[in-house]
């Protein structure tokens, strides 16, 4: 219910770039195509998600699909593991397939005292199970712990003094920073928030100090293929149910 699908495209000559919007009860489809028109750039978005698979903490399909968007008929992204499909209707082998990098990811997330996501630190790495709990001890002692598909790799005691802060901890073998704050959670004069930013490059302290979360689903493409060193960022927001 309400799925929806945002493609952004960045002309770095200018520093400009534009927002398209596949409204939910078009995506609802579950495959099809819409092409934008641009000035002189035309851009197609293919998707197919009538045999998706999803994964039981998160709305994003895990097998099964594709998503594809063309430029001028030159193939610029692909996601998914239906790629085959793609070069079928593009009429193109495995060669074509650009080199896309998954860059961040953003998740709203509910509970009491679990919140469940999952992630993917590297390239095509393994998917890892995220669980953050924030309980009690003693029933007046607040603390956090994140745990890793089961293991527990982090552990904040006296949380309402340490409402803000940052720990590494390591997952594929690659230090990954944790960024929380759940200020929100204790002092705030209505019920927010927390925030919690995983990243795997040193440029977490820019991007949790600019404000501006990734979007979900975020693709950089170059022609090199790199990252331009900005890792993998997975920000959760974090929301108590009463």
């Known amino acids: 219910m309400g799925q929806s699908l945002f493609v952004q495209i960045n002309d770095p ?3 400009s770039f534009s927002k398209h919007e596949i409204k939910s009860n078009l995506f609802s489809k579950r ?23 999803y994964g039981s903490s998160s709305p994003e399909p895990i097998e099964g699909f594709y998503l594809a968007v063309t430029m001028n008929e030159e193939l610029i ?10 070069y079928k ?15 961040s990811k953003t998740e709203h997330v509910f509970g009491k005292k679990v919140y469940a996501t999952s992630a993917q ?5 393994q998917v890892h199970e995220i669980l953050i709990e924030c309980d009690q001890i003693g029933g007046d002692d607040p603390f ?8 527990m790799v982090m ?42 930013l995983f990243q795997t490059c040193l440029s977490a302290e820019r991007l949790w ?9 975020s693709g950089h493409v170059g022609k090199d293929g790199g990252q331009s060193g900005l890792g993998f960022s997975l920000v959760v927001f974090a929301w108590k149910n009463e």
Do not use: H
């Open 13 to 15: 000559t200018n520093n």
């Open 89 to 103: 209707k593009m009429n193109c082998s495995i060669t074509c397939s650009p080199n896309s990098v998954f860059v």
């Open 121 to 125: 630190f590297c390239g095509k790495g």
């Open 144 to 151: 956090l712990s994140i745990r890793i598909d089961g293991k």
């Open 155 to 196: 552990k904040v005691k006296r949380l309402q003094w340490k409402f803000r802060g940052n720990y590494t901890v390591l997952v594929d073998g690659l230090p990954v920073e944790v960024y929380w704050d759940v200020y929100s959670w204790f002092f705030g004069k209505v019920m927010g928030n927390a925030v919690f």
């Open 31 to 53: 495959k099809g195509s819409k092409t934008i028109q641009t000035g002189s750039v035309s851009t197609d978005i293919l998707w197919d998600l009538s045999s998706a698979k």
């Open 77 to 86: 992204l692909v996601l998914g593991d239906m790629d085959q499909e793609v």
């Open 209 to 217: 100090g600019s404000g501006q979360p990734a979007m979900s689903w």
